[in-house]
Nanobody
Framework: QVRLVESGGGSVQAGESLRLSCAAS????????MGWFRQAPGKEREFVGT????????DYIDSVKGRFTVSRDNAKNTVYLQMNSLKPEDTAVYYC??????????????????WGQGTQVTVSS
């Protein structure tokens, strides 16, 4: 199994930046995709961004394009989410996710079989 632990969340003002980290342990060599989802209060969990282990595939939802960047350090078994120009609507619990499946549906929760417990990001105006 793969265990994922997120860190780096906190409270910031609009326009500021945060970098989330997700450290993976266990059979990390099987994680084809690692990425991020988020869930705001009263909302469904949504895809944020992800990256293939090779670095060849990266995707983001439109609302974060140009502001958020997913990166991976395979040597450290860690995936990052750099969040710049944060907006109040980015407020959510952010979840790290990993997938053993080389699926084209990288935006789907069903693709990911390992999940972290989440880290809170709060952005005030």
């Amino acid at each position: 199994q793969v265990r994922l632990v997120e860190s780096g969340g906190g409270s910031v003002q609009a326009g500021e930046s945060l970098r989330l980290s997700c450290a993976a342990s266990g059979r990390t060599d099987s994680s084809v995709y690692m990425g991020w989802f988020r869930q705001a209060p009263g909302k469904e969990r949504e895809f944020v961004g992800t990256m293939h282990r090779s670095g060849a595939v990266t995707d983001y939802i439109d609302s974060v394009k140009g502001r958020f960047t997913v990166s991976r350090d395979n040597a450290k078994n860690t995936v990052y989410l750099q969040m710049n120009s944060l907006k109040p609507e980015d407020t959510a619990v952010y979840y790290c996710a990993a997938s053993d499946y080389n699926s084209a549906k990288i935006f789907s929760q069903g693709t990911y079989n390992y999940w972290g417990q989440g880290t809170q990001v709060t952005v005030s105006s």
